[in-house]
């Protein structure tokens, strides 16, 4: 067998393996839903503290670590409190003020960390250790409340799914048209392979599957094609974020958690970036 054909079959049974626990874990219980998630969080600024160290950074790994897993087990708390009893404002006005509060407590614990540790770098440091939170545990801690705010405060695991599927089908889409048909790079020097025929594809495949998922869910089939068009563009985005960090320090992956995929960053990096995003379109539609 080439090396070629054990790579494809490696990343195949490895992505077969993700897409097993992903949706069970969605699919058994909101604990193993949270489970997942911590895991996420966890493992993506592990990552990403990784790389600003690479990158001579030196972010204070376990305080940033600790923010996030806080700031997630504090979201799935309020996520394990609604069950379609409350408003969908009340929901929303109780994760701004939990968030606010914890947001209010990060900045200072942060600086007072840095200002113990007397290195050379602070402000380096200070940044590096902030973003680790606000783009690795932030995004995460969200996707709780894109299945509530989609279900009206009652929690439907096929919601999550079917967005988690958007994001899917995108990368799937935009691989199979920029492969087939692709020409024109997008932006070559951070993804020299990535073309604006792959991009479209993504987002119309992307939008058909949420027009599908809204169909089966018998929702509104222009909120979730919104929904889908939204997740879509700046999940892209959020590709091309992650491969500028990486190229940064001239790695190929974040990590080795997936054979065939790379790490947590790798299979997760469009997520981060769309989930805030997503979020907000909920707020502004909804």
Known sequence: MSVNMKNLVTRTLSGAVLAVVFFGAIYCSKWSFGALMLAMAVGCQHEFYRLCHAAGNRPQKF????????LVVVSFVIFMQFGGTEAVDALVGRTVYALGLYMLLLVPTIFICEMVRNQSTPIANIAATFMGVIYAALPIALLFFVPLLLGGGVWNPWVMLGYVLIIWANDVFAYLVGCTIGRHRICERISPKKSWEGFFGGVIGAVAVGVGVGWLLDANLWL??????????????????????????????????????????????????????????????M
């Open 63 to 70: 305080a940033g670590m600790a923010l996030g897993i806080s």
């Open 224 to 285: 979730w094609g919104g929904l889908a068009a939204v997740a879509a563009v700046t999940g892209v985005a959020g590709d091309f974020v992650e491969s500028m960090l990486k190229r940064s320090v001239d790695v190929k992956d974040s990590g080795t958690m997936l054979p065939g995929h790379g790490g947590w960053l790798d299979r997760f990096d469009a997520m981060l970036i769309s989930a805030p995003f997503v979020f907000v379109y909920l707020l502004i539609v």
